[in-house]
């Protein structure tokens, strides 16, 4: 019986002794948890103060570049298409053709005109040489008849001739003197057709000149090339289809002009300007691919302003929301567009370091340069030039001018 109760009594001490233990345990680890969170904070703290605050960052981002889309200037029937959806074609390259059949009889109308212009205006310089001799045998008559009329006038006053014969040299002076007047006066109508001209500097050549080369621009513009270097996109076009002038009939992006829009927090913007880097990363490749960029320009607006109908109103149901502002990130490295390729619409992530703040916000100047040009079309004219000379020369010959 002893026993028993002793070892009852040994058994109620035990958790007596345990239980400062747990509560020490306890205590010791609620101590390392809070300093724990205290090393947590100022690591955080010295990791945002030093390094986090310099940067701003963002997923609302994507590639946006130049779509440049392939239109008729003329009306036509389409015979042939050059490319299609992905293919990659370079600056000047066929993409579209159109029958020719018109713009081939209306060249040739219009070389025929310019021909037909040129020997017309050749005979214009023709009529003020023949006027010029006809007024120079009327000078001569007026002179003759003028002398004639002198010598019967002495005659006349000795009576040596009669009166009536007197009377008929002045008759045959007065219509020498007005035929003169008549041929000086078709002279000078001449004269002004073609004064202070030769005949390729016309007016009446220069006006079927031009008439040439817009049917030599129509005859060029049923093939439509390439205006730059890209991939072709969104091809709707078909053989045999009738376009009108502005009618998309594809587009061509150029991989190697685009940039990525990156919509930032207007509270983001504070210390963002404009030539700052930027870390751009593709939802594509993921974070192994990082590519170098800068900001171009900060948007002088949010999308919200510039909606059809736009979110601000004066109707009392405003509600407050943070906006977002488009910042234009370039891509520095070509290379690296290259070795990892970027699509128009793809997802981005852009970080930007706010190190450096000497930049501007806005843009102070205007470009030095045209940013984006082509000059494919520059020399369709060159050829019609080439064809007015030689159409002149052709039917020049003989003539001095």
């Known amino acids: 019986?002893?026993?028993?109760?002793?070892?009852?009594?040994?058994?109620?001490?035990?958790?007596?002794?345990?239980?400062?233990?747990?509560?020490?345990?306890?205590?010791?680890?609620?101590?390392?948890?809070?300093?724990?969170?205290?090393?947590?904070?100022?690591?955080?703290?010295?990791?945002?103060?030093?390094?986090?605050?310099?940067?701003?960052?963002?997923?609302?981002?994507?590639?946006?570049?130049?779509?440049?889309?392939?239109?008729?200037?003329?009306?036509?029937?389409?015979?042939?298409?050059?490319?299609?959806?992905?293919?990659?074609?370079?600056?000047?390259?066929?993409?579209?053709?159109?029958?020719?059949?018109?713009?081939?009889?209306?060249?040739?109308?219009a070389a025929a005109n310019l021909a037909n212009t040129v020997r017309k205006v050749r005979g214009l310089y023709s009529t003020v040489s023949g006027a010029q001799a006809d007024v120079a045998v009327r000078q001569t008559a007026v002179q003759k008849a003028k002398a004639d009329y002198n010598r019967r006038v002495t005659l006349a006053s000795s009576g040596a001739i009669s009166?009536?014969?007197?009377?008929?040299?002045?008759?045959?002076?007065?219509?020498?003197?007005?035929?003169l007047t008549t041929a000086e006066q078709q002279l000078q109508t001449n004269k002004v057709l073609v004064d202070a001209t030769v005949v390729t500097s016309h007016p009446d050549v220069k006006a079927a000149a031009a008439q040439y080369r817009a049917a030599y621009l129509t005859e060029v513009r049923t093939i439509m090339v390439a205006p730059v270097t890209g991939y072709v996109a969104r091809r709707s076009v078909q053989v045999g289809q009738r376009v009108q002038p502005g009618a998309a009939?594809?587009?061509?992006?150029?991989?190697?002009?685009?940039?990525?829009?990156a919509n930032f927090k207007e509270t983001q913007l504070t210390n963002m300007r404009i030539g700052q880097p930027v870390e751009v990363t593709s939802d594509v490749y993921g974070h192994a691919v990082k590519y170098n960029g800068r900001v171009l320009e900060l948007g002088v607006g949010t999308g919200g302003a510039f909606a059809l109908l736009p979110a601000q109103n004066a109707t009392g149901n405003w509600i407050k929301i943070v906006q977002r502002i488009p910042v234009r990130v370039v891509f520095t490295d070509p290379r690296q567009l290259d070795q990892h390729p970027l699509r128009i619409g793809m997802s981005m992530k852009a970080e930007v370091n706010l190190h450096d703040q000497s930049g501007l916000m806005l843009a102070q100047k205007v470009p030095a340069q045209v940013a984006f040009s082509t000059d494919v079309f520059q020399q369709q004219l060159a050829h019609a030039d080439e064809r007015v000379a030689q159409i002149i020369h052709e039917n020049m010959a003989g003539s001095a001018n």
């Open 1 to 109: 019986m002893s026993t028993e109760i002793s070892s009852a009594h040994d058994g109620a001490a035990q958790p007596n002794k345990t239980q400062p233990n747990n509560k020490k345990r306890r205590s010791f680890m609620l101590h390392i948890l809070v300093a724990a969170i205290l090393v947590a904070a100022i690591v955080f703290g010295a990791w945002y103060v030093l390094e986090a605050r310099w940067y701003e960052g963002t997923d609302d981002a994507y590639v946006n570049g130049n779509i440049v889309q392939i239109t008729p200037q003329i009306t036509g029937t389409v015979v042939s298409i050059g490319a299609d959806d992905g293919d990659f074609i370079k600056q000047g390259d066929a993409l579209v053709t159109l029958d020719k059949a018109d713009a081939d009889v209306a060249l040739e109308n």
């Open 163 to 179: 009166a009536e014969e007197l009377s008929h040299a002045l008759d045959t002076l007065t219509s020498a003197e007005s035929s």
């Open 249 to 261: 009939l594809m587009a061509v992006v150029p991989l190697h002009a685009i940039w990525t829009h």
